[in-house]
């Protein structure tokens, strides 16, 4: 079992158009405080991100924002977290985040959400970083693009152990126990897929 002390989550800074993700937001901020698992994200106080970290630090879990300034100038920091980091771009917020982070989950979200857990993905299959990398599948909300990933694999663009590696799950409990419990496959027959 990994020792996982932090964990990275990708969400909407959006509510999204159904209150079950507001729901799920909190049942996971919970299953992380209850877990002694600090909450790393995006350190905003708009929409998913507001909900997880309000939720946290209420059941008095440890929470840890990475915002660009250029938001912070837009008034969307929230200024409660436990820890804040102000950084000069996108591109520094997702390497200080990988570097405090043990594990990264992305819940429903938009361009933001996906951009920044397609890159712990791609830091792993580059074996720049050996971290669990998770999908909370919220009501199905990434079936179409596991089954893109799926397709992926089929046309021999993706490695299958690749998409084996990725956890996803609907329940919050399941999905930390894969977290936790998580041994990657390692790629056979060479890094790269060969003509």
Known sequence: MRH????CVF???????????ASKARELGLTLANAGITLVYGGS??????????????????????MPQHLIDCQ??????????????MAERKALMEQLSDAFIAMPGGIGTLDEIFE?????????????VAFFNVSGFYDQLLSFLDHSVNQRFMKSEH????????????????ILNYSPLKVTGGKWIKE
């Open 4 to 7: 996982i002390r932090s964990i």
């Open 11 to 21: 969400c909407g800074s959006s509510s999204g158009s159904e209150g079950l993700y």
């Open 45 to 66: 106080r708009v929409g998913l991100m507001r909900v997880i970290a309000d939720t946290v630090l209420d059941a008095g879990g440890k929470v840890i924002g990475v």
């Open 76 to 89: 969307v920091a929230h200024t409660g977290n436990t820890e804040f980091y102000a950084v000069e771009n």
């Open 120 to 132: 712990m993905m791609s830091w792993n299959q580059l074996e720049i970083i050996e971290k669990p």
């Open 163 to 178: 998409r084996q590696n990725l956890i996803c799950e609907g329940d919050e409990n399941l999905l930390l126990e894969k």
